[in-house]
């Protein structure tokens, strides 16, 4: 008896330490298989799991076709919000954007409203192709927005109009963009210009410190850590609105495996909420871009983040 109750207690230890070792939010389940259906499917799972606090809501319609569907969780009166999959091959970012959904449905912070878009390039994600496509043509969506240096488009496709839209429209205050990979937590300025210090430098420092909490990930400028781009939602979105706004290039590849989805979504989605739980409640007042733009910089965006 003694032996077989000495099993059982090293059987629960085993399956604890399993559970903190690859700790992933409930109802959360990495995998490298999911399209577009699938996705819709999980949000609907989590809007019947917790009724009158997770609603879905349509962000637009895509050029795809389809729509782009989002959660909104919790009710409090600050706006955050997470993207994912501008670039539809990084399906790691969409994992990472359910399992932080998961986890917020679960745990709704009470100040704050989150809105979660898991997927905004349908089209690309689908076919696991980074660019999304409008009447034959093919966009890059993470350089399809306007900016005090110019970029490839501005609003060439639906998708990016319409997250635009919805960021004027429902007063969003913090937005965290998720790619794949690098590993990093970058903020603005991102676009070819050497005058790389907003207004803001310390508040962007404090809310990048926050969103690697776990993940330790390297922090610091877009343009320094990655590499400069024009036409970024980023750099659009603090220019414009003064949004706070941080790009998490997640993980170390953009073709993870599911232990390796587990590894992302569980040293990231504490700092997601660190982040949306420590943005500032007001946008920023002082978002005007004031240096010089530098077209020389422009050969050195690699377009493969
Ligand atoms: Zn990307």
Redesign the pocket.
């Given at each position: 008896m003694k032996s077989r109750s000495w099993m059982l207690l090293s059987a629960v230890a085993c399956s604890l330490f399993a559970t903190s070792a690859h700790a992933q939010p409930p109802g959360y389940q990495a995998r490298t298989d999911r399209r577009y259906p699938q996705v819709v499917e999980f949000l609907k799972r989590l809007e019947s799991k917790h009724p009158g606090r997770v609603s879905r809501f349509v962000l637009g319609r895509s050029d795809s076709g389809a729509d782009i569907e989002g959660l909104r969780i919790g009710s409090g009166p600050g706006r955050g919000m997470i993207v994912a999959t501008?670039?539809g091959n990084?399906y790691g970012s969409s994992e990472v954007a359910l399992a932080a959904a998961a986890d917020l449905s679960e745990q709704p912070i009470s100040t704050m409203t989150v809105y979660v878009v898991p997927v905004l390039n349908v089209g690309g994600y689908n076919s696991r192709s980074r660019e999304e496509k409008a009447s034959g043509r093919s966009h890059d969506p993470?350089r399809d927005y306007p900016g005090p240096c110019g970029s490839d488009s501005e609003f060439a496709l639906r998708s990016t109009r319409a997250l635009a839209e919805f960021v004027a429209r429902e007063s969003i205050v913090s937005v965290a963009t998720l790619?794949?990979h690098y590993p990093a937590v970058v903020y603005p300025w991102g676009f070819s210009t050497r005058d790389l210090e907003t207004a803001h430098q310390a508040e962007f420092v404090k809310l990048v410190e926050a969103s690697v909490v776990e993940s330790r990930y390297e922090t610091g400028n877009s343009s320094t850590v990655i590499y400069p781009a024009n036409g970024t939602f980023e750099d659009f979105a603090f220019w414009k609105h003064g949004i706070w706004s941080l790009l998490f290039e997640l993980g170390f590849s953009h073709s993870p495996r599911v232990a390796e989805i587990e590894e992302m979504v569980r040293v990231n989605f504490p700092g997601l909420r660190s982040l949306i739980e420590t943005a500032p409640k007001r946008r920023a007042s002082r978002h005007a871009f004031t240096g010089k733009c530098d077209d020389s910089l422009r050969i050195l965006d690699r377009r493969d983040?």
């Open positions: 501008h670039h990084e993470n790619h794949t983040e």
